[in-house]
């Protein structure tokens, strides 16, 4: 039985409009992007939309652009945007809201920050470490670098050497962090100190930092409030020191694995000094009726000393810290005239 006019001509438009729908729908190949590109390899860039790196034919270098490719009916219509100039050998890619990646050009490393937030990020990458990685603690970002051998850290908006590659392992680099507004001072305190790392007391704020000579690897501590400005507040002296605790009136300091305590500069100024030698093997610091006595352990066992002058207040015989007696000597808490 013959169908009726209408009925072909309406599934004849039907059929007309599911090719037209399959020809636009069809997706451009990534051989013609790179064609009208003159690129010759392409990533899509995972979870970005419409972000590739592309290899460029002419020079072998590796960039970043936005693509917009689809058919106009028929036509195929290839629209792009450089993101990041073709001037790497390798690149990689921002993923979970990290600040920069890793760019190579010559078996050398440098930092790509992200190009959406800063404008000129290919010209700032400076590809001169052997190897770099990133990690990430507490929503931090650090960025361990490898030069000679040997590992340090940068900060990776400045390109500042925070640590001077001088460690055998990565994990083994103290993960420095220092605020925009110290960063000038912690340049120039760096140079004038001859330091190779310099760490800030983060929990003071108020521009107190330790820094271990670059030659003697001895740490001493130090007050800057400006570039001109520093102050010793323990000399270069010691295997590692302690920040002082809010008002203490010292801290601990360590030299071939024994401690001793060092007099706060801000209690006692030109009569600061090491007051305890660092002789002992642990100390404990006691609240004895609203005054500060010190407990250390020598030969393995504790007794109190005075951490004003040095001074032994007790035998050496007690196992534990609750053998020790109750610490009735008087603690001076001023250095006599």
């Known amino acids: 039985m013959k169908q009726p006019i209408g ?19 069809q ?28 290899k460029m034919k002419s020079t072998k270098k590796w960039g970043v652009y936005n693509i917009d490719a689809y058919y106009d009916l028929d ?6 945007d450089e993101v990041v100039a073709p001037k790497f050998d390798s690149i990689g890619w921002f993923k979970n809201m990290e600040p920069f990646t890793i760019v190579k050009i010559k078996k050398k490393y440098g930092i790509l920050l992200n190009p959406y937030e800063i404008h000129d990020a290919a010209e700032r990458a400076n590809c001169i ?9 507490d929503g931090r970002y650090y960025a361990l670098v490898k030069q000679n051998e040997k590992w340090g850290l940068v900060d990776w908006f400045e390109d500042i050497v925070l640590v001077d590659p001088t460690f055998d392992n990565p994990e083994d680099v103290p993960l420095v962090w220092i605020e925009g507004w110290a960063k000038d001072m912690f340049v ?30 001895k740490w001493g501590m130090y007050q800057s409030l400006g570039e001109n400005d520093l102050t010793t507040l323990i000399p270069a002296k010691y295997d590692s020191i302690r920040f002082f605790g809010y008002n203490s009136k010292y801290t601990a300091v360590y030299n071939k694995g024994k401690v001793g305590m060092h007099l706060s500069y801000w209690s006692y100024n030109e009569n600061t000094k090491l007051s305890v030698p660092c002789i002992y093997e642990e100390y404990k610091n006691f609240d004895a009726d609203g005054v500060l006595k010190l407990a250390v352990k020598k030969d393995g066992k504790w007794g109190w000393v005075n951490w004003l002058t040095g001074k032994e207040q007790s035998e050496f015989k007690y196992e534990t810290l609750d053998d020790l007696p109750y610490p009735y000597y008087k603690q001076d808490i001023w250095i006599e005239d």
């Open 7 to 25: 009925v072909k001509k309406t599934a004849f438009i039907i059929s007309l409009f599911l090719f037209s729908s399959f020809v636009i729908a």
């Open 188 to 217: 120039t305190s760096k140079k004038k100190l001859k330091a190779d790392i310099l760490i800030f007391d983060e929990s003071n704020g108020d521009g107190v930092f330790k820094a271990r000579n670059k030659a003697t690897k």
């Open 27 to 54: 997706d451009i190949s990534d051989k013609q992007i790179l064609k009208h590109i003159k690129g010759k390899e392409i990533e899509w860039i995972t979870d970005e939309n419409n972000l590739a790196k592309v």
């Open 129 to 137: 470490y052997d190897a770099i990685k990133m990690k990430e603690v």
């Open 75 to 80: 036509e195929a219509i290839i629209d792009f």
